[in-house]
């Protein structure tokens, strides 16, 4: 076998082993910014999505995404069955997967790959529905988005569809993975409702319910921060230094702007240094630049991502104001810098670093590419909206979306996983206390507090 065949397959590999890696920085930072007595339903969410994903990615969703078939869907591929003769290339390839014959590794690399992009598409929506969606509802939707949504934009975008005819140009995500899982996120946050005491009975005002850890929270967003290096430098799918190097560069620099413009623009409008902010910032940044991390310069990156970083503050603002319950700002990151990084394409792309994407309008390239991604923008936001709302809908009405309000009030760890996540280690005055008890005590003080408020 040609030895770039083995080091593309070595590379798609590891960063597809990175990729995977960041459901476990999904599974932390989410515990981490909720509450205590859900932290084991919160990990039971995020390492069971991660299964059911990639079994309907293998099952549908590859052969659906990248199989030859019309402008609309693949046709064929499903269980990876079907003629290809990977990891041969152009004009040698003969098979069904004619979308992917460009990359120079075997078709189960090429699967695994993506299956893990997949997964991280389900993982965003476990953070807008947590501590308060029944584990069936979400595990059903998640296959259904797996197996049949993500699929279909991805087959548009990726697998020669037909706004990849008309130019319209993602390089690892923000629309594919981001948007696609930002739109489900928020749709679902809408159909599930907030949790019980986020926002005051009478006036609608926010009332904040703090995560439990944020040194959890706090390694999430750094294993994520290490995996999204395999996200983005792993699209290239080869071995590539000249194109690994650049991408890593500019996904450093999109992802440290972020945490500056979240940190700056928070100070200036809460004067505090917020640490979920500059988590969450990192990560806009980063989401930003996934569309654009080949095709922009360094400087570009950080203007991406600066920006990014103040969206994500601006997002979590107005959620509140639409009492809008995301426990974790998973909308604010993923769907508004989902396609802020998609339009940043149309701006500051340039043709030195590819002749087939071309300039953006910043650097005379016109309005024509602009154009074509914000026309793709609206068109997968579109699709991912109507086909999330009637999965919930369906859901809604054969199972039910969310727990109960006893199940709510006690911890979805003690009403559908049956496990703490967390034991008995705290004493007070010699006796020792659950963890939950305490939080849940707290809770009804809040609670009877604003009701008498109220009054």
Known sequence: MNSSVIIDTVWVVLCGALVFFMNAGFGLLETGMCRAKNGASVLAKNFSVAAMAGLAFF????????????????LGGLGLTGADNSPATGEAYHGIFGSLAWATVPLEAKYFFQACFAMAAASIVSGAVAERIKLSAFLIFSLVLVAVIYPVTGHWIWGGGWLASLGFWDFAGSTQVHSVGGWAALTGAVFVGA???RFHPRTGASRPLPGHNL???????FVLWLGW???NAGSTMAADPQAIAHIAVTTLLASTAGVAGALLLNLVLHRNWDL???????LAGLVAITAPCAWVSPVAAVAIGALGGALAVVGVRTMDRLRVDDPVGAVSVHLLNGVWGTLAVGLFAQARYSG?????????GGAGLLGAQALGVLAVGAFVVTLSSAAWLALRAVVGLRVDEEAEYIGLDRAEIGVACYG???????????????????EHLRLTDGMSEGA
């Not at 099952?59 to 693949?74: I, K, N, R, S, W």
């Not at 979920?276 to 910032?281: A, F, H, L, S, W």
């Not at 087939?356 to 005379?364: A, K, S, T």
């Open 356 to 364: 087939d994407v071309g300039d953006g309008l910043l650097y005379g």
């Open 59 to 74: 099952a549908v969703g590859f052969g659906l995404m990248f199989a030859d078939g019309t402008p609309l869907v693949g």
């Open 229 to 231: 290096f395999g996200f």
């Open 276 to 282: 979920t902010m500059m988590i969450n910032g990192c």
């Open 424 to 442: 008995t280690d705290l004493t007070v005055s010699g006796e020792l206390l659950d963890l939950d008890e305490i939080q849940d005590a707290v």
């Open 215 to 221: 040194a959890l929270a706090t390694a999430g967003g």
């Open 195 to 197: 949790r019980r005491g």
